[in-house]
């Protein structure tokens, strides 16, 4: 088993900044990779970014360039850096972990609440 546990979220004008972290622990020895989802109020759970423990990094369309994810293997903590905040970013950001074997379903996190003001 993993735990996910999330943090960083809060109430922000556009424009500005937050950092969303997330800390594995368990059984945390091999994640094939870990990431971040977005839920915007009334829609579908979308993908943001995801990292590999290696370091290998891949960003959906709308967080290329104002976005970064990172990820500090010792720690067992990814983060996720978003910058130039803009209010179709408002939502609950969920961590993920996915397990060595692809087809094995992830893990998730409780989530974390953005909301970008403008």
């Known amino acids: 088993q993993v735990q996910l546990v999330e943090s960083g979220g809060g109430s922000v004008q556009a424009g500005e900044s937050l950092r969303l972290s997330c800390e594995a622990s368990?059984?945390?020895?091999?994640?094939?990779?870990m990431g971040w989802y977005h839920q915007a109020p009334g829609e579908e759970r979308d993908f943001v970014a995801s990292?590999?423990?290696?370091?290998?990094?891949n960003y959906a369309d709308p967080a290329k360039g104002r976005f970064t994810i990172s990820v500090d293997a010792a720690k067992n903590t990814i983060y996720l850096e978003m910058n130039d905040l803009k209010s179709e970013d408002t939502g609950v950001y969920y961590c993920?972990?996915?397990?060595?074997?692809?087809?094995?379903?992830?893990?998730w996190g409780q989530g974390t609440q953005v909301t970008v003001s403008s």
């Open positions: 990292i590999t423990r290696a370091g290998a990094t």
């Open positions: 993920y972990y996915q397990r060595i074997r692809i087809t094995d379903p992830p893990y």
């Open positions: 368990g059984s945390t020895s091999k994640p094939n990779h």
